[in-house]
């Protein structure tokens, strides 16, 4: 009898926080977000959010999304046809909203980026920044490549455009967050910062800016700094970096932006953007990283070879 009710209790204890940690992680989702608090408009100016790689993809997702929730947005890219195009859109969307185009190609990293950034955000009041530039689209035909099999110049721009931008770019901007406090840094990293294959520079890189963003929450904190900064794991988005179809765990590039801001203020280093992204994340809670990547591997292998599949079609048709 005394056994059965210690085993009884157990059980109970055991329920009990399973319970606390489903109605913790649900929080997450349904608690409003606290981005308004770094929306400042008064006589020292209307806050702005500056947005790396704003031309496609999630982060022209952002940049409709912080425009249509008050702030003034530094589109950044490489091609200026793009964003001038975005910037027409965002401007007849949202009148009273000011944007800036920055061009500066990530995958040429010079000593002269603070000077080239800096002389473009001047004396802006800025309070966000979006840490988004990145992905593998400058693989071609596949942007799932073997290790080895990349030349030195492939494995540099992945590590530039992933990687190295993202840390240079908050270095720079650091000081003037800094100066409008309270502000907020948003670092979108990757499910694949797990480890995948066919993947492994981009894997590291999400992994690394996952890093960066934990060890400067840190730093801000020591330093008595109030700049937020928010790691976001993202899982399959359709984009134009990423050519799959929409369903229920492939959000499209605005439906992420939108919840990522949702998720502002949720007090955790990292989160997971997307709830449907969450739930397929879910095993990782029970099962090894090693079954994880396994289930991934299969995935990601049908993926490379629909891709050399159709790039075989097309070399036949010329
Ligand atoms: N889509 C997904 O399933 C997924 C999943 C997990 C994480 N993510 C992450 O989400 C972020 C955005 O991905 P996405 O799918 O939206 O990518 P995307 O559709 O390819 O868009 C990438 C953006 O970055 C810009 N960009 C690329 N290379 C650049 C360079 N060298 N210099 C300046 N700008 C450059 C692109 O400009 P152009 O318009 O000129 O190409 C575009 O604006 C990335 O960090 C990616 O790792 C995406």
């Keep these: 009898m005394e056994l059965r009710n210690f085993f009884a209790s157990i059980g109970i204890a055991v329920s009990g926080l399973a319970l606390i940690h489903l109605a913790r992680e649900i929080f997450v989702y349904v608690r409003p977000s606290s981005l308004p608090r770094y929306l400042k408009k008064d006589e020292k100016g209307t806050s702005w959010a500056f947005i ?11 940049a409709h999304e912080l425009c249509r929730r008050g702030f003034n947005v530094f589109i950044h890219g490489r091609n200026y046809e793009k964003l001038r195009r975005l910037q027409d859109d965002l ?7 000011q944007t800036k185009i920055v061009i500066y190609d990530a995958s040429e990293l010079a000593e002269d980026v603070d000077e080239r950034i800096m002389d473009e955000v001047g004396d802006a009041r800025l309070t966000l920044l979006v840490n988004n530039v990145g992905g593998m689209a400058m693989m071609k035909p596949s942007p799932y490549v073997k290790l080895h099999d990349f030349s030195y110049n492939e494995m540099k721009t992945v ?14 901007l650091l000081p003037r967050l800094m100066q409008s406090q309270p502000s907020l840094v948003i670092n979108i990293s990757s499910i694949a910062k797990l480890g995948f294959p066919w993947l492994v ?15 400067l929450s840190a730093e801000m904190r020591a ?5 937020e900064i928010l790691g976001v794991i993202v899982g399959s988005v359709s984009t134009a970096g990423h050519n799959v179809s929409e369903g229920l765990f492939v959000p499209s590039a605005g439906a992420l932006a ?19 992204h969450r739930l397929r994340g879910f095993p990782l809670e029970l099962i090894s990283q090693k079954t994880f ?13 629909d891709i050399l ?5 097309k070399d036949k048709d010329k």
């Excluded at 401007?91 to 909203?97: G, S, T, V």
């Excluded at 990292?270 to 709830?275: A, F, I, L, P, R």
């Design 52 to 62: 790396s790689g704003a031309s496609d993809g999630i982060g022209l997702g952002f």
């Design 91 to 97: 401007c007849a969307l949202y009148p009273e909203r």
């Design 159 to 172: 590590l530039d455009v992933n990687a190295n931008f993202t840390a240079q770019l908050t270095r720079i």
């Design 201 to 215: 520079p981009y894997s590291a890189t999400k992994a690394f800016v996952s890093a960066l963003g934990e060890g």
């Design 223 to 227: 330093d008595k700094q109030d700049v």
């Design 258 to 276: 939108s919840a990522t801001l949702d998720r502002v203020g949720c007090n955790r280093l990292s989160v997971w953007g997307y709830w449907s």
């Design 293 to 305: 990547q396994a289930a991934a591997t299969k995935e990601i292998r049908r993926l490379r070879q």
């Design 309 to 313: 599949d159709k790039a075989a079609d």
